[in-house]
């Protein structure tokens, strides 16, 4: 990557109330703990602690329980695909990643780790079902997430970021941040559409993850209509309001509004630009 790039500055294509959402969510937690906690404050600094180390040592664990079934991506071991995770890395610049391939018939995709580099993890389904601009799409999603900085709290809060919580206590604290989390998956979702560059394909692999077998463009188009409906029900949003990740039909909403934007063609120019400089 050259030097003289202009960086890309990553609020750009965050999701407007991302932060406001985690700073209000910190702020009522901490509310409620001051005020459950009384006179046994100098508990509260020792109980943070013990997340922070029970998450950390999950974490660890689960790299390397990861690291033993997987396939690590580098131009050896997958030349192909070692080389479309630079081009996303060109334009989102997510600092040190690393990218693992895991075995699964599962679609998904997620990223963890409190450290660098961080680490990506594909399964291995994503390949037998999405074109090169899909995993585009999916690989800048989960890089959106290392570049504006989700995956340490991620991985503190677990679940989400395919970590297991560390313990029971910590589910809680995993529920109070939902809201955040499906802001992120907005503004990660922004990510992978600039690394992809067609809303097209960003929408075509966000509706393969709901249902794989889709291959015509007649089937696409059904999916497509009976996910929008999804997500004006109630049991829709009642499903959303507890889950990590939005209605794939709200993220396609979301993600139509955004491309249609001057601010996402401005940015999509200057990262396109970015990308083709050696
Ligand atoms: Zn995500």
């Known amino acids: 990557m050259s030097n003289q790039e202009p960086a890309i500055n990553m609020n750009n ?28 404050l100098c508990v509260l600094p020792l ?11 999950t974490s660890q664990s689960h790299h390397r329980a990861l690291i033993a079934q997987a396939k690590h991506v580098t131009s050896e071991s997958l030349p192909s695909l070692a080389k479309l995770a630079q081009e996303c890395a060109r334009k989102l610049q997510p600092g040190p990643t690393q990218l693992f391939v895991v075995p699964s018939r ?10 660098s580099p961080k680490v990506i993890v594909l399964y291995s389904s994503l390949f037998q079902v999405m074109d090169a601009d899909e995993l585009r799409f999916i690989i800048g999603h989960e890089m959106g997430h290392a570049a504006l900085g989700h995956t340490w709290l991620n991985t503190l809060l677990g679940g989400m970021a395919g970590v297991p919580p560390s313990f029971g206590a910590a ?25 992809c560059g067609r809303l097209d394909k960003a929408i075509s692999a966000l509706v393969k993850l709901v249902d794989a077998r889709i291959d015509t463009p007649e089937e696409m188009k059904e ?8 997500d004006d029900t109630l049991e829709g949003m009642l499903i959303e309001s ?8 709200n993220r396609i909403e979301k993600l139509r509004e955004w491309a249609a934007s001057s601010e996402y063609q401005r940015l999509q ?3 396109n630009r970015n990308a083709t400089k050696i």
């Open 223 to 230: 999916a497509l209509e009976i996910l929008e409906q999804q």
């Open 242 to 249: 507890t889950a990590t990740h939005p209605l794939i039909g």
């Open 171 to 195: 589910i809680l604290f995993a529920l109070a941040f939902r809201l955040w989390n499906r802001a992120c998956e907005y503004s990660a979702d922004r990510a992978g559409l600039l690394a």
């Open 13 to 40: 294509y965050r999701y407007p109330s991302e932060q406001v959402i985690l700073f209000g969510t910190v702020f009522l937690i901490l509310v409620v703990l001051l005020l459950a906690a009384g006179t046994t």
């Open 106 to 115: 599962i679609l998904n995709a997620y990223t963890f780790g409190l450290e």
């Open 47 to 57: 109980f943070f602690l013990v997340i922070l180390i029970l998450s950390y040592a």
């Open 269 to 271: 120019a200057l990262i």
